[in-house]
């Protein structure tokens, strides 16, 4: 690579304009990168440029790059002679819809977007920017792991943006947009981050690559079937959003950072509510059956709730069984958690327990109210699941609504069974306010099961025993789950008519928009793992 600004003896100094023209073709260089075969090479996978996706990230014109002359000064392995400027990853700052935010991309031309120690500090600084300007981190990651030829100062690189994505996790929102091969310890960092986007067929993360599987467990697979986007968007959780491709997977980052604020002091953008405050969801009445045996989809329900009906669920395709997602009620941001009976008829199982208590816990540290759906008929049973750990896992959920000081509110729409019923922010863990639709019914469990215990010897010495069950399930029914049997004893502040849910949560976060709420002074607590 030709170096600009190392000038042949005997030539005299160039005047300022000189320089500031050497300057030109020096930033001229560093823009354009090693060259077109490299930039071919990487439209060939299917890929945008480092460049390309930060302008797509960016407002336009926005991006102010950091340190873009910066070369690395290792030697040896012939690196001495390849010191190309940005040392393959380009950082800076700029505006998503007029907002500040970081951002830093793996530029896969150089070195293959491999970490080296310079690399690793331009990293360094500017998460520490971002920390201290109080903005969001979006990290473009395109890169081959540690630059091997650097040894162990590669590696300690990636120990220094481990320890900042600890230190600024639930200060500013971090987001990890998966754009190219991620392996190894690299793959911690976005997993250590708020949410991680990925693209289909041109992005994966593993810890071990397929031959390392194929020699150690002698396992045949690719690199999508191991670590692909549909794959960790389905199995394993660890990919909360999915696209076909970069541009589509870029304009959604710049929607979810349009519903978060920038850190954990401030409160989430607001806009002006598309719908009327009092709007009218008469389609509820035919949208959740009755019976609640009969399934039907939560996310119409969210739909004909929220603002525009338009919502972003976080890791759709992962633990379908519970819902959660981001969304504006009134111009104001909330996050929703709610049962899907479309998938297990709605319980609680370790995925969807896991699932929701990470997304209640990111809406607690940036201010985003959370409201809660139920029609959940308790935690899914089995000998897998107990051997899994529902225990600790279902508790999770729990410790992370009790530990939330964020607005709350939960909606008892159907079912609400069991320890599932008060793990879903039950008023009595501390939801502010607790309404129910007339079709509720809150039990310890369901009248049959119910029925076969208490009124066991009854219907065993009764001549007809299946017309006692019946009838003692009908008394059951009548006597502890009626729909307004909670809300005498005052664990249901109101029971509402379902068509006026909209107005009812919209008034009800209003009221608790200025809640404040302290925890007992700690270094931290001890959730479950």
């Not at 481990?162 to 392996?183: D, H, W």
């Not at 699932?355 to 959940?376: E, G, H, M, S, Y």
């Not at 939330?404 to 599932?420: D, E, H, Q």
Request: glycine share 10%.
């Amino acid at each position: 690579m030709t170096v600009l600004h190392e000038r042949p003896a005997g030539l005299p100094e160039p005047d300022a304009r000189g320089r500031v023209a050497e300057l030109m073709g020096i930033r001229e260089q560093a823009v354009a990168g090693p060259g077109e075969k490299a930039t071919e090479a990487q439209r060939a996978k299917g890929k945008l440029t480092a460049r390309e996706r930060i302008e797509l990230l960016l407002d336009p014109g926005s991006f102010n790059e950091v340190e873009q002359l910066r070369r690395h000064r290792a030697t040896g392995f012939g690196l001495e002679t390849k010191r190309p400027y940005t040392d393959g990853v380009i950082t800076g700052w700029g505006t998503v819809e007029g907002r500040m935010v970081f951002v830093y991309a793996h530029d896969f031309r150089i070195f293959g977007g491999a970490l080296g120690e310079a690399h690793a500090t331009k990293i360094h600084k500017i998460m520490d920017m971002a920390l201290a300007a109080g903005a969001p981190l979006v990290s473009l990651n395109d890169g081959a792991g540690a630059r091997i030829q650097e040894g162990v100062s590669a590696l300690a690189g990636y120990g220094g943006i481990f320890q900042r994505n600890t230190k600024a996790s639930g200060v500013i929102p971090q987001i990890s947009v998966m754009l190219g091969p991620c392996a190894g310890g690299a793959a911690y960092s976005p997993a250590l981050t708020d949410f991680v986007f990925m693209v289909r067929d041109t992005s994966q993360m593993f810890i071990t690559g397929p031959d390392v599987v194929r020699a150690v467990t002698g396992e045949e697979i690719t690199q999508n079937g191991l670590g692909g986007a549909d794959v960790h968007a389905e199995t394993s959780g660890v990919c909360h959003f999915a696209y076909d491709d970069e541009e589509t997977c870029l304009a959604e980052v710049r929607y979810l950072l349009s519903l978060l604020p920038s850190n954990n002091r401030e409160m989430p953008p607001a806009v002006t509510g598309p719908d009327a405050v009092g709007g009218s969801c008469d389609a509820l009445l035919d949208l959740v059956p009755v019976d609640g045996n009969r399934p039907y989809d939560m996310t119409k329900v969210i739909e004909e709730l929220v603002d525009d009906g338009d919502c972003l669920e976080v890791h759709e395709r992962w633990a379908r069984n519970i819902v959660c997602a981001l969304a504006r009620l009134d111009g104001h941001t909330v996050g929703i958690v709610a049962n899907q009976p479309q998938t297990l008829a709605g319980v609680l199982d370790i995925g969807a327990s896991e699932k929701a208590a990470r997304f209640v816990q990111f809406c607690d540290a940036f201010n985003i109210p959370i409201v809660t759906l139920l029609d959940v008929p308790g935690f899914l049973p089995g000998v897998d699941q107990e051997h899994g750990g529902i225990i600790r896992h279902g508790a999770k959920l729990l410790y992370a609504y009790c530990n939330a000081t964020v607005p709350r509110i939960s909606l008892i729409l159907r079912k609400a069974y069991g320890g599932a019923y008060i793990v879903m922010d039950s008023q009595s863990i501390g939801a502010d306010l607790t309404y129910a639709w007339p079709t509720n019914e809150i039990a310890v469990m369901g009248a049959e099961g119910a029925a076969n215990v208490i009124f066991r010897r009854q219907t065993a010495a009764a001549e007809d025993p299946e017309a006692m069950r019946a009838r003692m399930v009908k008394e059951y029914k009548a006597e502890l789950m009626h729909p307004y049997y909670a809300a005498e004893r005052g664990l249901v502040d109101d029971v509402i008519d379902p068509a006026e849910t909209r107005e009812v949560l919209v008034s009800s976060l209003a009221m608790l928009r200025n809640k404040h709420a302290d925890l007992p002074s700690r270094k931290h607590g001890n959730p479950p793992q």
